[in-house]
């Protein structure tokens, strides 16, 4: 039987997986297709491939979650294979079906591997039987003390013991050994029935700071399989991964190799084929157990390929075409360290909520040896609240650890984004933080260090505003005389006939504001040059970074690139006063459903107006007891970022 043919390549996907796809592609010689939105028609993947397909649609379910309108697109394309990126359809089996009964190539498992891995329970079982480890647990019937003592002998202490209908830490006990068993559950028990009516209990072992760490596996058609080392993916909030890095650090070549071949029996036992990672818990005593596998590639799969030196998506060209994996396990390289962070379009000051916008200002750090940005957007992209908020990663390589930790800092430092809310600064605290630093790393990190990653903002110095106003005033554009290019009054420098030089200005920053006057002080001198503005303090020479863009001039200070505009005062008091009782759209998004109506009364915190944005939704509540005056927004409506929804006149 011949090898596949592959010449053109459709990507199912947007943003930076779809950008990062098609540029390997290209590499390759092949052609690419991207396929996108309404929305999306002019979105940077869309821009970069030969062929682009529209859609149709705004939201994912109208166009990149079409099965059948994908396929066609394929055909009339002329494309042999689809790469589904990760999220949407990629680790869907009806598309993977449809994709193989279509006659085309699917860049991912067969769909009885994805079938496989769907079930969580049928997962671990079918696990169980290849001999990968599990947390191990008890979940029967039977409640008695006796049947939770057995049941806690034969896991082994420290057991966790858990309210079966639990949540919040209601009705869950540590045991460290069975002289505690009898009283943490009695105690358990009447927790779990006094908060949810049942006092049934479960009990697992109890992992001591629990580490994600991740297996990638690669399987050929031909029966080879091999795991190209490990990830780190323990720095997480709410479960979703922040900061990922390999390899893991601290792990023995031992145990590295144990967790390796763990993950290839995983594989091995549902059939697989392709790029795919084992997800497993790490406990602090170096046990590993299987938590789950992703049918698909990883997001975090840069930080693979930067310490192999491997292409994984190339791999995934060669292995769809038939070719045997060009390596054995004996020869997988692993050089150095890696760590990898997400940019997020989000407001980590108010519990991350997705950010939309335009994307004003986008300045990505400089490319050099070590330093990659794989990123879906440019500067002027409108950033859609239909998808989700993943700007780009920043992926940064060294001989060790301490050489990529810095690396990533340096990038972070270097990269300017204006006019939406990022997660740029909270990630990095993350990277500067001591404990990261010294690799303290399990899934309670973001948590126990919160107060530090997310400190309430501090109120800004005099030094900062004098910095602040001077990179404002000497940034701004001279409005030149055609007829005297030399007069002094020509431009902004505060020149005053007779008298001394003096410029009065009020200016805002991060919802404070200061109203200055730039005279003779020579206590703070500063001199823009180019895009760094250099000051003077108390004898202290430093640099900051300085970019006018608009009417805003973005300053570096602290580490963080702080906006800075004019204020009015007049305006801003007229601009409280037109929202008094009103609650707006917090973004842009789609009204999902209004639960109440004009006239209706309501209690403190009751849900008002669902908003759905970035595949996610998010409630509009009733900040405090009162009447509905009116309603500004119906089911099914777009609504931009500030536009009044509700009006709630105070009971």
């Not at 640099?543 to 300053?555: E, F, K, N, T």
Request: net charge negative; aromatic share 6%; hydrophobic share 40%.
């Amino acid at each position: 039987m011949s090898a596949p043919v592959i010449t053109t390549l459709l990507v199912a996907n947007r943003g930076e997986i779809a950008c990062r796809v098609m540029r390997t592609a290209k590499a390759l010689g092949l052609t690419t297709v991207a396929v996108h939105s309404a929305t999306d028609r002019d979105a940077r993947h869309s821009r970069e491939a030969d062929v682009r397909v529209d859609l149709g649609g705004s939201k994912a379910a109208d166009s990149y979650l079409q099965i059948d309108k994908l396929i066609a697109a394929a055909k009339a394309s002329g494309a042999q294979a689809i790469h589904p990126g990760y999220g949407f359809l990629s680790e869907n089996a009806g598309f993977a079906r449809a994709i193989e009964n279509a006659g085309l190539i699917f860049l991912g498992p067969p769909a009885s591997a994805i079938d496989a891995m769907g079930s969580k329970s049928a997962a671990k079982a079918l696990m169980e039987t290849a001999g990968v480890p599990l947390v191990p647990g008890y979940h029967g019937e039977a409640q008695d003390l006796d049947t939770f003592r057995d049941a806690c002998e034969r896991i082994g202490y420290p057991v966790l013991l858990k309210a079966t209908a639990g949540g919040g830490g209601k009705g869950m006990k540590v045991v460290e050994d069975v002289s505690q068993l009898a009283e943490a559950l009695a105690s358990a028990q009447r927790e779990a029935q006094s908060s949810f009516g049942d006092s049934r209990m479960l009990v697992e072992k109890y992992l001591l700071k629990p580490r994600h760490v991740e297996i990638q596996v690669f399987a050929d058609q031909h029966g080879n399989c091999l795991y190209l080392n490990e990830r780190d993916c323990s720095i997480q909030r709410r479960h979703q991964k922040v900061v990922e890095e390999a390899p893991a650090p601290g792990l023995s070549p031992e145990l590295r190799r144990a967790m390796g071949e763990a993950a290839v029996r995983s594989a091995q036992a549902i059939g697989y084929v392709g790029a795919g990672t084992v997800e497993f818990l790490l406990d602090a005593r170096g046990e590993f157990f299987f938590m789950e596998m992703n049918t698909r590639l990883q997001v975090e799969h840069p930080v693979t390929e930067a310490i192999t030196g491997l292409d994984l998506v190339a791999w995934q060209i060669r292995v769809a075409r038939g070719e045997d994996l060009p390596m054995t396990q004996d020869q997988v390289p692993l050089i150095g360290h890696a760590i990898e962070v997400r940019l997020y379009a989000e407001d980590p000051g108010n519990d991350f909520l997705p950010a939309t916008g335009r994307l004003a200002l986008y300045r990505e750090s400089a490319p050099g040896a070590g330093r990659r940005v794989d990123s879906g957007v440019e500067e002027g992209d409108e950033i859609s609240p239909f998808y989700d908020p993943m700007l780009g990663k920043l992926i940064a390589w060294g001989e060790d650890r301490e050489q990529a930790r810095l690396r990533l800092l340096s990038m972070l430092d270097e990269f300017a984004i204006g006019g939406l809310k990022t997660n740029i600064n909270f990630l990095r605290r993350i990277v500067a933080h001591p404990a990261f630093a010294a690799a303290e790393l399990d899934t309670g990190f973001i948590p126990r260090y919160q107060e530090q990653l997310l400190p309430a903002p501090s109120q800004l110095d005099d030094e900062f505003w004098q910095a602040a106003a001077q990179a404002f005033t000497q940034s701004q554009p001279n409005a030149t005389r055609a007829d005297d290019p030399s007069s002094p009054w020509s431009n902004a420098s505060g020149f005053r006939s007779g008298l001394p030089r003096e410029i009065t200005l009020h200016l805002s920053c991060e919802d404070q504001d200061r109203a200055l006057t730039l005279g003779n002080d020579c206590s703070h001198t500063a001199q823009l040059k180019g895009e760094y503005l250099l000051t003077e303090h108390n004898g202290l020479r430093r640099q900051h970074r300085a970019i006018r863009h608009g009417d805003s001039v973005y300053l570096q200070w602290d580490g963080e690139l702080r906006r800075i505009e004019t204020y009015d005062p007049i305006s801003a008091v007229e601009a409280s006063h037109s929202h008094q009782g009103g609650l707006t759209a917090p973004m842009n998004g789609s009204i999902v459903r209004v639960l109440v109506e004009a006239g209706q009364s309501v209690e403190a915190g009751a849900q008002l107006v669902v908003l759905e944005a970035m595949k996610m939704e998010h409630s509009i509540r009733a900040p405090h007891a009162g009447v509905i005056k009116a309603l500004y927004c119906q089911e099914g409506e777009m609504v931009s970022e500030g536009s009044a929804l509700v009006e709630l006149e105070e009971a």
